[in-house]
C-alpha cells in the first residue's frame, strides 16, 4: 500500500459499533465541506457532503455534523463494518472560490 | 464506465528530466484539479481549472505547469523535475456549480512520481 498513511492519528473500533472521525477546518469563508474515504492503494472517494446553511446531513450509514461556530466538522459512521477500514479526510471549499483545502486524515480500523 | 483515469500510474525518473502525467476523465466536467499527497501533509492543491483554457494556482504550484486544451484532458507537467516532488499525484474532476465552487470532486487512481 501507499505511505501516505504515515503518521496519521488512528481510530480503533470494534466491528458494529458506531464511529466519530472529527475534522477541525481552517476558513470560517468556507461555505461547502466534504467528507472523503481513501482505501490503501486508491484515490480519495467521495462518502458525503454539507453545505453552511445546514448543521446535520445524513446518508447511508453515515451523517456529517457541522459547528460552524467552532469550525468542526464530524462523520458518524454506524454499525462500522471492516470494509470502512480507510483513511478518511475532511476537505472545505472557500465561497466563491475553487479552491480546496484537505485535512490531514484520520486512519480508522475496525476490529473484528 | 465514469472514471478519471491518470498515466502513468508509477514513475521513476531523475532530476531535471522533463516528465508529464496525464488525466482524463469521461464525465464532461468543467472543473478539474491537480493534487499531491506527502505524509503527515494531506492532500495539497497544485493546478486547478474551472473549464477549457481557464486555470489558477492552488496552494504548490512551485515546479509544476498545467494545460487545458480540451475538457476531457489535464495534464501535469514537471518541466524540470528535482527530488522534493516526489510524491503521490492525484487528479479529480468535478461539475462546476456555476456560482463560483464546485461539486464533489471524483479522484484518480494516483500516480507515484519518484525524482532522484
Known amino acids: 500500500g501507499e505511505s501516505v498513511g504515515l503518521h496519521l492519528p488512528t481510530l480503533s473500533v470494534q466491528e458494529g459499533d458506531n464511529s466519530i472521525i472529527n475534522c477541525a477546518y481552517s476558513?470560517?469563508?468556507?461555505?461547502?465541506f466534504i467528507w472523503y474515504k481513501q482505501e490503501s492503494g486508491k484515490g480519495p472517494q467521495f462518502i458525503i457532503d454539507?453545505?453552511?446553511?445546514?448543521d446535520k446531513r445524513q446518508g447511508q450509514r453515515v451523517t456529517v455534523l457541522l459547528n460552524k461556530t467552532v469550525k468542526h466538522l464530524s462523520l458518524q459512521i454506524a454499525a462500522t463494518q471492516p470494509g470502512d477500514s480507510a483513511v478518511y479526510f475532511c476537505?472545505?471549499?472557500?465561497?466563491?472560490?475553487?479552491?480546496?483545502?484537505f485535512g490531514t486524515g484520520t486512519r480508522l480500523k475496525v476490529l473484528a | 464506465e465514469a472514471q478519471v483515469t491518470q498515466n502513468p500510474r508509477y514513475l521513476i525518473t531523475v532530476t531535471g528530466k522533463k516528465l508529464t502525467v496525464t488525466c482524463s476523465q469521461n464525465?464532461?466536467?468543467?472543473?478539474m484539479s491537480w493534487y499531491r499527497q506527502d505524509p503527515g501533509l494531506g492532500l495539497r492543491q497544485i493546478y486547478y481549472?474551472?473549464?477549457?483554457?481557464?486555470?489558477d494556482k492552488g496552494d504548490v504550484p512551485e515546479g509544476y505547469k498545467v494545460s487545458r486544451k480540451e475538457k476531457r484532458n489535464f495534464p501535469l507537467i514537471l518541466e524540470s523535475p528535482s527530488p522534493n516532488q516526489t510524491s503521490l499525484y492525484f487528479c479529480?474532476?468535478?461539475?462546476?456549480?456555476?456560482?463560483?465552487?464546485?461539486?464533489?470532486?471524483?479522484f484518480g487512481p494516483g500516480t507515484r512520481l519518484t525524482v532522484t
Open positions: 476558513n470560517s469563508a468556507s461555505d461547502y
Open positions: 479529480a474532476s468535478s461539475l462546476s456549480t456555476g456560482t463560483g465552487s464546485v461539486d464533489e470532486q471524483y
Open positions: 464525465m464532461n466536467h468543467e472543473y
Open positions: 454539507i453545505r453552511s446553511n445546514m
Open positions: 476537505a472545505e471549499n472557500l465561497s466563491g472560490t475553487y479552491k480546496y483545502i
Open positions: 481549472s474551472m473549464n477549457v483554457e481557464v486555470t
